[in-house]
């Protein structure tokens, strides 16, 4: 834990360790040492959150997207039931043993490994009030974890690169550009577009900044970076 976590947190750990440190058999007196412990309990395991930053263990992934882009991600997975036969139900290689959710809304996925391991985990959530989708990733095993956070950016990028595909004018791009996160993949497929529609790219840059006057500070730091790939 950091100062951001606050003077509570820091007192919790304090507190933690006093308790741990001092007690009569087998003190622990760091954090890894308690956490080593209490994974081993009975009923309990060793989990790992993967995000879009390697060094992290947080399970969890903000990724920007128009909203055609963040329902279709998440109806996606909600169809994947329809869409394939039982035994192909799989999400980075891992079986799917539970599948739920809201369509537009929320997904949520259990799934197990080839061990029989079914302490796998992945919840897409579409926020009601920013354009992102948030990915949560949980596994009992960290390159499993990370293989999963790998697979749903992959899908949502290709849903992205579909709905902006389906741009009818260059101020519609543009629209739906300030809720896009910005890969290497998404910038070739819209110079691709450009090229495609015979749209100018100055043209696109143009309006890029007449619509960051009127949004707001996530959205206009996103359209920013399309402004400077661009240019």
């Known amino acids: ?3 951001k976590d606050g003077p509570w947190a ?20 760091t954090l890894a040492e308690i956490w080593e412990e209490t ?7 060793e989990t790992f959150g993967t995000s879009t930053d390697p060094t992290s263990n947080a399970g969890r992934a903000d990724v920007d997207a128009p909203l055609e882009a963040k329902e279709g991600f998440i109806n996606y997975y909600l169809d994947l039931a329809l869409n394939l036969p039982e035994d192909e139900l799989r999400v980075a290689g891992l079986k799917i043993t539970y599948l739920g959710g809201i369509r537009y809304e929320l997904v949520e996925m259990q799934l197990m490994d080839d061990s029989g391991d079914e302490h796998h985990y992945l919840r897409i959530r579409a926020s009601g009030t920013e ?18 956070m790998a ?37 070739k497929e819209v110079q ?16 890029i900044q007449q619509l960051s006057l009127t949004l707001e500070k996530r959205n206009r730091k996103t359209i920013m970076k399309w402004y400077q790939a661009l240019s």
């Open 1 to 3: 834990m950091t100062d």
């Open 10 to 29: 820091n007192l919790l750990v304090m507190d933690m360790l006093a308790y741990y440190g001092t007690r009569a058999e087998k003190p622990l007196t």
């Open 39 to 45: 994974v081993h309990l009975p009923g309990l395991w």
């Open 131 to 148: 354009p992102i989708n948030r990915i949560y990733i949980e596994s009992s095993k960290r390159k499993l974890g990370q293989a999963m």
């Open 151 to 187: 697979e749903a950016l992959h899908r949502l990028e290709l849903i992205t690169m579909d709905c902006l595909r389906r741009a009818h004018s260059p101020w519609h791009l543009v629209d739906m550009l300030s809720e896009t996160a910005l890969t290497p993949e998404i910038l």
């Open 192 to 207: 691709s577009i450009l090229r495609e529609h015979s749209w100018e790219r100055e043209d696109i840059l143009q309006k």
